[in-house]
């Protein structure tokens, strides 16, 4: 349960003679599933790599539950994400891909095996868990990513166009278990999607985004309801 604010933020890469964020300013409640979606190179994908603490932020903060979050490490910040490509460890079985972060984590080999066998079993993946990523199929590979980030417990889960690699039948029914992930873990849930559709199907609000700056944030209906 994390409450978000974003004030003033702004991000400049090196080396670049423009801010790719401006001004970009937003408050995310307790639980809300957050898609965000707008043309190629708006700055999507910074947005949420400055979230993970893989990109730095230029200018403004980001606070969770009112608390500077921006200047905390990234391997701190309690942030799961999962990327397009679902970037498995591909020389690792399904277990060990799972159960990678909390590898590195204090917990007792025992936590983790109960950790890991959790997520498979909640993902259809108990039967996997020997294999490898390359024996696996693309909807499965996903549900990998997705059990990795579940273990970690998140407060924010991110997610970088997690289904645009899926054929349309696996679309449906990984959006279904990327909500009930939602649900069960009760983070925020910042979704990034190029598809208007399954913004409106999926979530709480939809972040309009244009050049660096959000056009537009509401629920569904109100931004269906504009012209
Ligand atoms: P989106 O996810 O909406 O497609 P991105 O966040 O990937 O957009 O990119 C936004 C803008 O920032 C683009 O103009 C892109 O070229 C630029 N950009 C992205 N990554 C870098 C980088 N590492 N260095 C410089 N410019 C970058
Ligand atoms: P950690 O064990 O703390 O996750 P990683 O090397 O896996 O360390 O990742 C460093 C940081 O990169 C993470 O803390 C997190 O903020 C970010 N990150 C983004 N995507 C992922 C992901 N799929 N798995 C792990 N970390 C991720």
Same mark, same amino acid.
């Given at each position: 349960?994390?409450?978000?604010?974003?004030?003033?933020?702004?991000? /400049?890469?090196? %080396?670049?003679?423009?801010?790719?964020?401006?001004?970009?300013?937003? +408050?995310?409640?307790?639980?809300?599933?957050?898609?965000?979606?707008?043309?190629? #190179?708006?700055?999507?994908?910074? =947005? @949420?790599?400055?979230?993970? #603490?893989?990109?730095?932020?230029?200018?403004?903060?980001?606070?969770?539950?009112?608390?500077?979050?921006? %200047?905390?490490?990234?391997?701190?910040?309690?942030?799961?994400?999962?990327?397009?490509?679902?970037?498995?460890?591909?020389?690792?079985?399904?277990?060990? %891909?799972?159960?990678?972060?909390? &590898?590195?984590?204090?917990?007792? &080999?025992?936590?983790?095996?109960?950790?890991?066998?959790?997520?498979?079993?909640?993902?259809?993946?108990?039967?996997?868990?020997?294999?490898?990523?390359?024996?696996?199929?693309?909807?499965?590979?996903?549900?990998?990513?997705?059990?990795?980030?579940?273990?970690?417990?998140?407060?924010?889960?991110?997610?970088?166009?997690? @289904?645009?690699?899926?054929? +349309? &039948?696996?679309?449906?029914?990984? /959006?279904?278990?990327?909500?009930?992930?939602?649900?069960?873990?009760?983070?925020?849930?910042?979704?990034?999607?190029?598809?208007?559709?399954?913004?409106? +199907?999926?979530?709480?609000?939809? =972040?309009?985004?244009?050049?660096?700056?959000?056009?537009?944030?509401?629920?569904? %209906?109100? @931004?269906?309801?504009?012209?």
């Amino acid at each position: 349960m994390s409450k978000v604010q974003i004030e003033h933020l702004y991000k /400049r890469y090196e %080396n670049a003679d423009e801010d790719t964020l401006k001004d970009i300013n937003l +408050a995310i409640d307790n639980e809300e599933f957050i898609s965000i979606i707008g043309p190629s #190179g708006c700055g999507k994908s910074t =947005l @949420l790599r400055c979230f993970a #603490g893989l990109e730095k932020i230029t200018r403004g903060k980001i606070l969770i539950d009112g608390k500077r979050f921006d %200047n905390i490490p990234p391997q701190k910040r309690r942030i799961a994400m999962v990327f397009q490509d679902y970037a498995l460890y591909p020389h690792m079985t399904v277990y060990n %891909n799972i159960a990678f972060n909390l &590898k590195l984590s204090k917990l007792s &080999k025992e936590t983790i095996d109960t950790k890991v066998k959790e997520a498979a079993a909640r993902l259809g993946l108990s039967d996997f868990l020997k294999r490898k990523p390359a024996q696996l199929s693309g909807g499965q590979r996903q549900r990998v990513a997705l059990g990795r980030a579940l273990v970690r417990d998140p407060k924010i889960f991110l997610m970088d166009e997690p @289904l645009s690699n899926l054929d +349309a &039948k696996l679309r449906v029914s990984t /959006r279904q278990d990327i909500i009930v992930m939602h649900q069960q873990l009760k983070t925020v849930t910042i979704y990034v999607t190029h598809d208007q559709a399954e913004a409106m +199907a999926m979530s709480d609000k939809i =972040l309009l985004m244009r050049d660096g700056v959000v056009q537009q944030y509401g629920s569904p %209906n109100q @931004l269906y309801d504009q012209p």
